[in-house]
């Protein structure tokens, strides 16, 4: 009896550890805050846990994230957070390498200082095959080129990362232009996962897409530490990347960009589609709206058309920014395109990119 009752006591323990969550393919695990990959990077031996963010949160959602408790319990028991579990082969592609592709509006390097950027975004699943991703970011970044300073967030269909075709909530982070730190989401120690039930490599139910979600990266006012606030059902803050890993982008951001990218990890493979799978011209196309950056006094403001600087390298994706009216006017983009071959691909577009 007594052996009866400790296997119930490790058969229960083993499933608040190991878990899937209902309804979709999104296994992770339960591990102690304190515990989790983050604490093993040498540079946060002395790194003191934040709980409570200091950012500017979208207008009009203060009270859904304040209301929202980011250390209780979720898909796991209190004082735990889930962490993915990925494929075996997801540490074979942890660099970000492969023939890239972008379409993307950004700040003009070396003008200003920011702490962060926001947008509400189109989310999609495009179909992509093996060794081909598909994304669409948030990015924010500093440094000289060899030492580039660089956090990415936003959605992936990603199949090597992640061994299936779904849309996943999907970050990416480097300190030296990715070459010989960085990776995907938690595979090396660095982002500190806070929220119990929102994570990094969850998927947006395939039922609901194509939807519209936020997000953003926000620098910590007093901290300095980068934020992840991600619109999946609420809102939230998910978790943080300590400023400890970055030698730049500790003092802010000098790029803030938003747009699409694809990356093709064989060189005569196609090119994957991007966003929605179209060229821009639909107007049903949602791709980022609402595009704002946090100022070097940390308040959330609109972009500026003579802000931005747009970032197209392709013919097989394009890429168009317009102005919605109103009391406050917003800058938006559209973006993407079906892909295509890798020589098609290889062709520049015009050179500018259409303007509304």
Request: proline share 8%.
């Amino acid at each position: 009896m007594a052996a009866v009752r400790l296997l119930l006591v490790i058969s229960i323990n083993l499933l608040s550890f190991y878990s899937q969550a209902e309804g979709n393919d999104d296994v992770f695990r339960c591990v102690k805050i304190s515990e989790q990959p983050a604490f093993k990077h040498p540079k946060l031996k002395n790194h003191q846990l934040q709980t409570t963010p200091n950012i500017p949160m979208f207008p009009g959602k203060e009270e859904a994230s304040k209301s929202h408790s980011i250390v209780s319990p979720g898909l796991c028991p209190l004082g735990q957070v889930p962490i993915h579990v990925n494929t075996p082969s997801s540490q074979l592609i942890d660099k970000n390498t492969g023939v890239k592709y972008t379409a993307a509006v950004s700040t003009v390097p070396g003008k200003k200082t920011y702490r962060g950027g926001a947008a509400f975004y189109g989310v999609y699943n495009p179909p992509v095959t093996l060794m081909q991703s598909s994304r669409a970011s948030i990015w924010v970044q500093n440094g000289p080129e060899s030492q580039l300073n660089s956090i990415e967030a936003g959605w992936a269909v990603h199949p090597d990362l992640y061994g299936d075709n779904h849309t996943r909530l999907t970050a990416y982070w480097t300190e030296d232009d990715f070459q010989t730190t960085g990776c995907y989401n938690l595979l090396c120690p660095g982002f500190v996962q806070l929220d119990s039930s929102v994570f990094l490599g969850k998927s947006f139910p395939l039922d609901s897409l194509p939807t519209v979600k936020s997000i953003a990266i926000l620098q910590d006012k007093v901290t300095g530490n980068w934020w992840l606030v991600a619109g999946v059902d609420l809102i939230l803050p998910l978790g943080y990347w300590p400023k400890e890993l970055f030698d730049y982008l500790s003092l802010g951001a000098d790029v803030v960009k938003h747009g699409g990218s694809t990356i093709t990890y064989l060189e005569g493979l196609d090119r994957p589609p991007m966003g929605s799978g179209r060229y821009p011209d639909d107007w049903k196309v949602p791709g980022f709206t609402w595009i704002q950056y946090v100022n070097n006094s940390y308040q959330l403001v609109q972009a500026e058309r003579g802000e931005m600087t747009a970032i197209l390298d392709s013919v097989c994706y394009d890429l168009q920014q317009y102005t919605t009216a109103g009391a406050v006017p917003k800058e938006n983009i559209r973006y993407g395109g079906p892909g295509g071959t890798h020589e098609k691909c290889k062709q520049l577009p015009p050179p500018k990119p259409r303007d509304l």
